[in-house]
């Protein structure tokens, strides 16, 4: 897996103040992406252990409210794996932190993902330039979805967050 950037202080890309990961890797390649630097997956810097550690210095921080995977697409073929493995880590590590996930799949596309058990909010669908709405609430378009993935998995359909 690689990154472009970790984020420590962010207010734009989940609620509260955030870490966000910005992931490379991404075959949606949306008109108007605002971060098309991130679509090649062999771009950025491998995600090793030192970056690991930068992560979770920030995420010890107790005025940060949890992690924002972004990118790029965090469900990128390419890193699934190691994505689904760090949730679980932050997770267990971080059980007061919440996991956010931006993904330009629609949540019927990954849903059977079994770790994606451990992200809060999933923000899904591609962008879609015509549908951009700077007033919308964690989103770039009318066409993607914020959704509440506890509730989302207990009811078996999706659960928006209000």
Same mark, same amino acid.
């Given at each position: 897996?690689?990154? &472009?950037?970790?984020? /420590?202080?962010?207010?734009?890309?989940? !609620?509260?103040?955030?870490?966000?990961?910005?992931?490379?890797?991404?075959?949606?390649?949306?008109?108007?992406?605002?971060?098309?630097?991130?679509?090649?997956? @062999?771009?950025?810097?491998?995600?090793?252990?030192?970056?690991?550690?930068?992560?979770?210095?920030?995420?010890?921080?107790?005025?940060?409210?949890?992690?924002?995977?972004?990118?790029?697409?965090?469900?990128?073929?390419?890193?699934?794996?190691?994505?689904?493995?760090?949730?679980?880590?932050? @997770?267990?590590?971080?059980?007061? @932190?919440?996991?956010?996930?931006?993904?330009?799949?629609?949540?019927?596309?990954?849903? !059977?993902?079994?770790?994606?058990?451990?992200?809060?909010?999933?923000?899904?669908?591609?962008?879609?330039?015509? /549908?951009?709405?700077?007033?919308? &609430?964690? /989103?770039?378009?009318?066409?993607?979805?914020?959704?509440?993935? @506890?509730?989302?998995?207990?009811?078996?359909?999706?659960?928006?967050?209000?």
């Amino acid at each position: 897996m690689r990154y &472009h950037n970790i984020t /420590k202080d962010d207010m734009l890309n989940g !609620e509260g103040l955030r870490t966000v990961l910005w992931l490379a890797g991404c075959n949606h390649r949306c008109q108007g992406c605002h971060n098309p630097i991130t679509w090649d997956e @062999k771009g950025g810097l491998p995600f090793d252990e030192e970056a690991k550690e930068e992560l979770f210095s920030y995420l010890e921080r107790p005025y940060i409210s949890g992690i924002t995977f972004s990118g790029g697409d965090p469900l990128f073929p390419a890193n699934r794996r190691e994505v689904g493995e760090l949730m679980r880590e932050i @997770k267990e590590r971080f059980p007061n @932190k919440n996991i956010w996930l931006y993904t330009g799949y629609d949540w019927e596309e990954v849903c !059977e993902l079994p770790y994606l058990k451990f992200a809060d909010v999933v923000v899904d669908g591609k962008f879609v330039e015509a /549908k951009k709405d700077a007033k919308l &609430h964690w /989103k770039g378009s009318s066409n993607q979805r914020v959704i509440d993935v @506890k509730k989302t998995l207990e009811t078996g359909r999706v659960v928006l967050c209000k």
